[in-house]
């Protein structure tokens, strides 16, 4: 079946760095637009950004100009690349893609920024 899985969360310390993956099995992840988001305990799912087929790219205000997502068609991967990362960055982020009218999540990474 299909399958998203992320990689690359850890701990951190703030103004640090971290990469992300999201990697798709038995999905073209090239052909989708790849989203990813983020959420804490007792809190919604918070959008963070997209990255759609033809490369366009949104970002939740939070995270422009410290974050970005970009595509390796070649490993059918979408990373994250998160750069001076705070404290309130905390949270286990998830990626997402849709086909065929239907949502797909990955299990999701713990990042985690301290002080």
Known sequence: QVQLMESGGGSVQVGGSLRLSCTGSRIVLSTNGVSWYRQTPGKQRD?????SSGGARVYADSVKDRFTIFRDNEQNTV????NNLKPEDTAIYYCKTANRNRNYWGQGTQVTVSS
């Open 47 to 51: 959008f963070v950004a997209v990255v």
């Open 79 to 82: 990373y994250l690349q998160m």
